[in-house]
């Protein structure tokens, strides 16, 4: 009769030490998708951050001097531009400045995050805020309209290319510039 019990005894010690092992890969793999998850998040917000980082340039280039929104008025007026439409295009260096696009500057120092802008002018949508007789005159800046378009992309390849599996995103912005018509205001 100990025989028999000394069998079950195994056959018990074995269903549990089975079940324990069970767990802990289920544990494991859990943590493992956990982790996978968080760091596309984390990529997710790399880009978005970026793309957000793009258009604050563009507006921000609007304080220091108007040559971005003289030239995307001039090169990227929506109501001219043939479809598909491409606006005024410009990247962000890592000091923040917009540069041209070619070579492709980064953002940071280990040459992963890219981010730059498309801008496109609209016009003044009230005609109130138009300088006499239009708004945009040489006289000054009146009211106007900027779609802009910053694109954040995660180049982990470093090829210039959207790869399968490197996060990129796009943040839309309208931004509206109304200044006084006379340049010495």
Not at 8 to 28: P, Y
Not at 34 to 51: G, I, L, P, Y
Not at 75 to 93: K, S
């Amino acid at each position: 009769m100990k025989n028999n019990q000394e069998g079950f005894s195994l056959i018990v010690a074995l269903i549990i030490l089975s079940i324990l092992a069970t767990l802990g890969v289920t544990m494991m793999s859990s943590g493992i998708t956990s982790q996978k998850n968080a760091s596309a998040k984390e990529q997710d917000a790399v880009v978005f951050h970026a793309a957000e980082s793009a258009n604050g340039s563009y507006k921000s280039s609007y304080q220091y001097g108007t040559e971005h929104l003289f030239n995307t008025a001039e090169d990227a007026y929506w109501d001219e531009l043939t479809v598909p439409r491409t606006g005024y295009t410009r990247c962000v260096d890592d000091k923040g400045a917009l540069v041209p696009c070619a070579p492709n500057p980064r953002i940071e120092s280990d040459g992963l995050v890219k981010a730059k802008v498309e801008a496109f002018y609209h016009s003044c949508e009230t005609s109130a805020l138009k300088c006499l007789g239009n708004s945009w005159d040489n006289n000054g800046l009146g009211c106007h309209t900027f779609q802009l378009v910053g694109e954040g992309h995660l180049d982990i390849s470093q090829n210039d290319v959207a790869d399968t599996g490197e996060a990129r995103t796009h943040v839309e912005e309208w931004v509206s510039v109304v200044r006084s018509c006379n340049k010495s205001l």
